[in-house]
């Protein structure tokens, strides 16, 4: 024996129950409460807008220039701090000054233009540097006066197979050379380091 289903007739289905006045409020509230959130993200997105900067630069160290007041940390890449000491040969070596020597002989006194919106611990702009069609951060890194610190791997390996700058000897990274000597820690320029900072510049009161 077969068996056949069939909705019954003449039954209709139950209506809606009516939304309470919480549940009314509470859907406003999340509305507004969506709307504002919306109106921040657009009123603060200024912030995470790309600056521009250009003209002569002071060179501070390795991957730190100064122009005008906009002091810029050449993104992506770590050199040597000023005081630190590298070794080759069995001896120690000022390897920071001749990091920034290799810098400032790269610029050579030529019109600096830099790009870039993040910012570190410090306050200064991360930004991408060119000399004219050359890109300091990963010439920095090519000749081997800083190390890749986010960005740069292909110009590291380079350097490294060539023995430039500082892969010719032993030296600290320079992340835990500043750890070591005064407890900073800076996180590499990455991608997770990008979003975190955009959430950072939207929110952040000032």
């Not at 002569?56 to 002091?71: H, M, Q, S, Y």
């Not at 070794?87 to 120690?92: A, F, H, I, P």
């Amino acid at each position: 024996m077969s068996r056949s289903w069939s909705q019954r007739s003449g039954r209709r289905p139950y209506p809606p129950r009516p939304r309470g006045p919480w549940r009314r409020f509470f859907d406003y509230a999340l509305a507004i409460l969506f709307l504002g959130l919306v109106a921040l993200i657009v009123a603060r997105f200024d912030r995470v807008s790309t600056r521009q900067e250009s003209g002569t630069a002071i060179v501070n160290d390795g991957d730190t220039i100064t122009l005008g007041k906009e002091r810029i940390r050449l993104r992506g890449i770590d050199a040597p701090e000023y005081s630190q000491l590298c070794r080759k040969d069995g001896l120690d070596y000022p390897c920071g000054k001749l990091s920034r020597q290799a810098l400032v002989k790269l610029i050579g006194g030529r019109a600096v233009s830099c790009s870039g919106w993040q910012r570190d611990r410090y306050d200064r702009l991360l930004g991408d540097c060119k000399v004219g069609n050359v890109d300091l951060n990963a010439e920095q890194v090519r000749a081997g006066w800083a190390v890749a610190f986010g960005d740069f791997d292909v110009e590291e390996a380079a350097a490294r197979v060539a023995r430039a700058g500082i892969w010719a000897g032993s030296f600290d990274e320079p992340r835990d050379w500043r750890r070591s000597h005064d407890g900073a820690a800076e996180p590499r320029h990455g991608t997770l380091a990008s979003v975190g900072d955009t959430l950072r510049e939207l929110f952040r009161l000032r």
